[in-house]
């Protein structure tokens, strides 16, 4: 699957599992880890686990493999890594506090 599919395909879950502030990080050129940075909040901790937990069984289902380890979870940041895109899972305070988007700021927005 090329790395813009599966992006459209994070973002798709996402959203239908109710993500809030979805931002996609266009990373092509700026870095050599990842294609796409996919930022995205959930209203607690209960509903960040939720949108991991479709996202790792929805793409599961598609051959997409989750890289690191599925306990890099916490209430404030979860992190999904697969390969050409990594997905953020914040909650409004991790997400204020780490500030990925003024991280990478060099990014085009794709949303």
């Known amino acids: 699957m090329i790395s813009e599919q599966l992006a459209r395909d994070v ?8 993500a809030k502030d979805v931002v996609v990080l266009n990373l092509k050129g700026i870095s050599i880890m990842s294609d796409y940075f996919i930022i995205l909040s959930g209203e ?3 509903h960040m686990r939720s ?3 479709e996202l790792g069984r929805k793409l599961r ?8 380890p599925k306990d890099f979870m916490n209430d404030r940041w979860i992190l ?3 390969g050409a895109v990594v ?3 914040f909650s409004e305070e991790g997400r204020q506090f780490y500030q990925l ?11």
């Open 44 to 46: 607690s901790s209960i």
């Open 87 to 89: 997905v953020h899972i």
């Open 80 to 82: 999904m890594d697969f």
């Open 61 to 68: 289902e598609e051959k997409v493999r989750l890289i690191n």
């Open 11 to 18: 973002i798709r879950i996402a959203e239908d599992k109710k």
């Open 51 to 53: 949108i991991a937990q």
């Open 101 to 111: 988007e003024r991280l990478w700021a060099d990014a085009k927005k794709m949303i």
